[in-house]
């Protein structure tokens, strides 16, 4: 039901005012970015405020997941933030720009920025990220000397070593890849030897 203008001013003047706006869960979120996307100014009609389509304006910011908006009577705008937890740096066209679990793209990485974050390249890099980046961090053994991984034909991925070397993993089941490369660093040595690429495309061997 519609409250009207002159209501709201009566509210407004009975102390259901705007005084205070309270934003929990904000890490990453720019603050005066929250304050412009809730439109809306100490000393408004609290009743006139909006929730819902506050809500829905925060969710347009990049590193808001999910999040509550509420009108706490008689002054207080009460904001609880979920906010997007990169897992990796993705890198296509040029650009290389921080990521999430969902390949949602949080901003872009400035140049002097070195964030300890995995590298991924290429088209569909992002969307597939998560799941490589889970199997890697059970091998630090290979993620520790990992300088890239990329996306081939969006199907595929190669690991570029800090030395060199190329490892090409195959379309499925990436694990049993890793476990075979992990033994080989481990047991075998393996890049301690004049080795140009391994490749993993075919189950029985290496």
Do not use: C
Request: proline residues 4%; neutral net charge.
């Amino acid at each position: 039901e519609l409250i009207t203008a002159s209501s709201l001013e009566i509210t407004r003047k009975a102390g259901f005012a705007v005084e205070d706006i309270l934003v929990e869960g904000r890490n990453q979120t720019d603050k005066d970015q929250i304050v412009s996307v809730l439109q809306v100014e100490k000393g408004s009609p609290i009743l006139a405020f909006n929730p819902h389509d506050a809500l829905k304006r925060l969710g347009d910011i990049s590193w808001v997941k999910s999040g509550i908006v509420e009108r706490r009577l008689p002054s207080t705008i009460f904001v609880r933030l979920y906010e997007r937890e990169p897992i990796a740096m993705w890198q296509n066209n040029k650009i290389i720009k921080l990521i999430d679990r969902e390949g949602h793209v949080l901003r872009d990485i400035g140049k002097d920025e070195t964030p300890s974050l995995p590298l991924v390249v290429g088209d569909g890099a992002n969307t597939h990220a998560a799941d490589l980046i889970a199997q890697l961090l059970q091998y630090q053994s290979i993620l520790t000397p990992l300088r890239a991984a990329v996306r081939v034909s969006n199907r595929r991925w190669d690991l570029q070593m800090n030395n060199n070397v190329t490892v090409k993993l195959p379309e499925e089941n990436i694990g049993a890849a890793l476990d075979k490369l992990h033994k080989a660093i481990t047991e075998q040595q393996i890049f301690d030897r004049n080795v140009v690429a391994l490749d993993f495309r075919l189950p029985d061997r290496m």
